[in-house]
Each structure stands twice: as structure tokens, then as C-alpha cells.
């Protein structure tokens, strides 16, 4: 396939259709369920058996992530009896690319026979009752990026991705979040796994004090840069979303604190918790129907 579609930055149904047969043509996989590892937590790709690796360089259109802690590899195998696709790492907006852009790879998946999509990321906690290294299952967001006009779905809308006007409320399903708390709890985590609103800023700077205590006040319990395109695109086709973010570090809501958030210290939580991660998600994908 020409390379030239690593120069656009929209694709329409016929490139998607394009990029996910090329994909398709690579592996023997063929995956119902696909997960997208954020920040440090491409850990998850260890869970895999039977890999197929494509990396993000050799498939047409992909966004090649410049972050530490995001690999740039597409991985196919077995998790807990079930072929899935994951994502070892992903693209944000701060990196220059477009909402659509980074959110071809969600399209590419749905076209390839995904159904139910898995995102995780990194996420700074605003909750106060949150710890370093809590996980939350993100029952809702808050699109602050939208707010500012930054969205996947602005610009000509094809139908046969879905429609104009598609709904939110409901966009973390219900049946997988309640999955997730029953497996928390049968193993043993519940003391350090929570249920709360993540939003998304564009950064790439973390956020003020003043940003903090806004998002404070706005109900949001955790914030990052990324997975709201993601997961807007994945309901405008109709996929089922799960949502999960690592508590990498507390944001700093105090005026005049000498303590910074930095990506360092997210990288090295991610370490620490990927364990404790790759269990839960395996635990849901075991009992998971698909
Ligand atoms: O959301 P993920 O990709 O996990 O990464 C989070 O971690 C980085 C900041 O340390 C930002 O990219 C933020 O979005």
C-alpha cells in the first residue's frame, strides 16, 4: 500500500478499510478484544502468548509515538484464552498530531473485528483521598480538550462509522465496570482500586494549581493528556469501552508547594504497579464474553 497515507492526517472508511486489511494480510490473529497501554503499562503485553508484533512504523497511517513508556507496537496473541490486539502505546495530541490521527488506530481496530475496547493510561490523581499507585475504572469523563474544540469526530461525519450526534452518557460500560469491581474484590484489591471521572487535558505541560483545584471543582477525580479521543471514536462505532487509569502521582493543589509532577515519576509507578495491573486485567479478560 502506498506510503502516502502516512502523510494524512484524516482518513476516510476506504483508507481505513485499506490500513486494517494490511494489518489483517500480517497476523493470524483475529482478535474480538483490543487494549491500549498507556503510559509505562506496556507491561500488559507480557500477558500475551503466542505474540504477533507489528510495530507502528510498518503499518500505513499510524502515528508513531515520541513518548518514553510508549513502545510504538501493535501486539497480537492469547490473554487468558482470548486473541486480542493490544496497543503498546499510543499517540497524543501534544506530540503534533491530530485528534484524528491518533485516533486512526481505534478505527483500524474496529475494522479489523474488535468489539469491546480496553484503554488504560497514566493519570495524575485530583481526588484526595486518592494514593500513588490506585487504580481507578473510569466510570465517566470530563472532555476538557473538547471543550477547546479538540475532537476526533469534528469535520465531515461518513455514517458508516456512525452517527453525527452519537451519545455519551453511557460511553464506560456498566456490565464490564461492575466485571471489574467483582474481580478486584475476588482479588483482594480492593483497598486500592476505585471507580472515578477522568478528564483530559492537551498538554504537554502539567497543570497549574489553579487548573488543579478547577478540576477539583468540576467533579473530575483523575487527569491526563490522552484516551478521551480514543474512547469517543470506539462509541461513534459502536464499540463496548472499559477505561482504567493508574494513579501515577498526585496533582499539586497547593499554592507555593516545592513539589512538580514529572514523567519520570510516572514511568517509575507504572514499574511498580504493572504486577498488580497485568493481574486485574487478566482477571477481567478470563471471564470476559465476548
Ligand atoms: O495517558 P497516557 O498515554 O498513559 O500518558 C500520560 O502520561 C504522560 C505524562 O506523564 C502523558 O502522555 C499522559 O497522558
Known sequence: MSRDMDSKNTFTYEDVEMI??????????????????????????????????????EIPGFPVSTVPGHEGK??????????????????HCYEGYTPQKITLPVRTMKMMGITTLFVTNAAGGVNKKYNIGDIMIIKDHVNLAGFAGVNPL???????FGPRFPAMSNAYDLGLRQLALAKAKEIGFSD???EGVYSMMVGPNFETVTECKILSLLL????????IPEV???????????????????VI??????????HQEVLETGERRSKDLQQ???AIVADLDL
Open 20 to 57: 486494517a486489511n494490511h494489518i489483517l494480510e500480517k497476523v493470524k490473529c483475529r482478535p474480538k478484544l483490543g487494549i491500549i497501554c498507556g503510559s509505562g503499562l506496556g507491561k500488559l503485553v507480557d500477558l500475551v502468548e503466542d505474540k504477533e508484533v507489528l510495530p507502528y512504523q
Open 253 to 262: 493543589s497547593e499554592y507555593d508547594s516545592p513539589a512538580h509532577a514529572n
Open 220 to 227: 473530575v477525580d483523575a487527569t491526563g493528556m490522552s484516551t
Open 280 to 282: 486485574l486485567v487478566a
Open 74 to 91: 501493535l501486539v497480537f496473541g492469547q490473554l487468558r484464552g482470548k486473541s486480542v490486539v493490544l496497543m503498546q502505546g499510543r499517540a
Open 232 to 250: 469517543l471514536v470506539a462509541k461513534h462505532c459502536g464499540m463496548r469501552v472499559f477505561g482504567m487509569s493508574l494513579i501515577t502521582n498526585v
Open 154 to 160: 469534528v469535520g465531515v461525519n461518513d455514517e458508516k
Open 192 to 194: 486500592f482500586v476505585r
